[in-house]
């Protein structure tokens, strides 16, 4: 499938609609204390959820993204292709002199940038090592960005480097389950049933008092309590044995326009696979100075789903991060709000999530 094919897929067949962390409501809801007692309730709502077809009975799920098919569905361009790596770039306590030197050194043409990085990995002996007083995130993140600016070394290959070399190296990931790449994560997914569903979700939300059900909200759910029993539509009821209720992470669903086998986006071994990259990004939903609803949306080149962690860094930087720091300063954004929109790595942020 060329590029041209998979995006018109994506936007013809896979929708995926999220509710906010302050389940927003296209209705000024002004008793914030009934959303948190609706989350707590109803978890489930906090959905990443795939829509496979064109669905119009979703008007209370505030967000929109796209979501990616299939690996199958996802050829590359040359536009987007891109060294890749199962592991992240990362800095190791100490870095072997010739590699150092060869493989990174010898790529900064910057000189100011080469001095940043010869200040903080002093050479000894036989090794370039990290300065141990190099204590802040930023401090970090200024060295990442210069060796992946300017080299092509990747964290398989510092990982092969440590290994060669003694040198201890720490996966932070040791206990996630990944796919063929790290871009890829394999979720063990107990599915809702009907009877799950309605005993978990539809009956507790009936229960409550009238004033606080919102009847179009009701609707939805009932409609995909009637698409369960006809397997037209899937949400997780736990993931990787992770309650929706216990842990308040956000589940995932398939809405259908007939019934879907859920094996089909799932490996040999029965796992969910979950794509980090290619991801569309929940757009930043707010209500403006009068009130009125509103949705911005960030994707990549011509309107495509973000194709890597650097893609994403280029946009959280130039286009995200500036506008949420605008809706802050005009008071229309929490900083609860900031925090979720400005995720700094995905990967940490849905390995954290699931696992």
């Not at 906090?46 to 990616?68: E, K, M, Q, R, Y």
């Not at 100011?112 to 204590?135: E, G, I, Q, W």
């Not at 006809?230 to 216990?246: L, T």
Request: charged share 30%; glycine share 4%; aromatic share 14%.
């Amino acid at each position: 499938m060329n590029q041209k094919n998979f995006t018109n897929a994506v936007s013809d067949e896979v929708l995926v609609k999220i509710i906010d962390d302050t389940l927003t409501f296209k209705k000024n809801v002004k008793n914030r204390s009934i959303k948190k007692n609706l989350l707590k309730l109803i978890p489930a709502v906090a959905v990443v959820a795939l829509v496979v077809g064109l669905v119009n009975f979703l008007p209370l799920l505030s967000g929109i993204i796209w979501d990616t098919p299939p690996a199958d569905a996802v050829t590359p361009t040359d536009e987007i292709a891109e060294k890749t790596s199962s592991v992240d770039l990362f800095l190791p306590a100490k870095i072997e002199k010739t590699f150092f030197e060869e493989k990174i050194l010898a790529y900064i043409t910057d000189e100011r940038s080469a001095d940043v990085l010869t200040a903080y990995y002093n050479l000894k002996d036989n090794f370039y090592v990290l300065d141990v007083d190099m204590s802040t995130e930023r401090e970090s993140n200024k060295l990442l960005d210069i060796i992946s600016e300017y080299t092509d070394v990747t964290g398989d290959e510092l990982v092969q480097m440590c290994i060669e070399n003694d040198i201890p190296y720490i996966d932070p990931y040791a206990h996630v389950r990944f796919g063929e790449t790290r871009n890829i994560l394999l979720l063990d997914i107990e599915w809702h049933t009907y009877d799950t569903y309605l005993e978990e979700v539809v009956k507790p939300y009936r229960a409550l008092p009238e004033e606080k059900r919102e009847l179009e909200y009701l609707q939805t759910i009932e409609k995909f309590l009637d698409d369960i029993n006809e397997k037209k539509f899937h949400m997780s009821r736990f993931i990787n044995g992770k309650s929706d209720y216990e842990y308040e992470h956000a589940g995932i669903g398939f809405v259908t326009g007939g019934p879907l086998d859920i094996s089909e986006y799932c490996d040999e071994d029965g796992y969910y696979i979950f794509y980090v990259y290619p991801r569309a990004l929940e757009p930043v939903t707010y209500y403006d100075e009068n009130g009125i609803f509103q949705v911005e949306y960030f994707t990549g080149p011509k309107q495509s789903p973000i194709q890597s962690k650097s893609e994403y860094d280029r946009i959280l930087k130039d286009e995200i991060i500036p506008f949420c720091d605008d809706l802050v300063e005009r008071g229309l954004l929490t900083q609860e709000g900031y925090d979720f929109y400005t995720k700094k790595d995905l990967l940490e942020y849905y390995a954290n999530l699931y696992f």
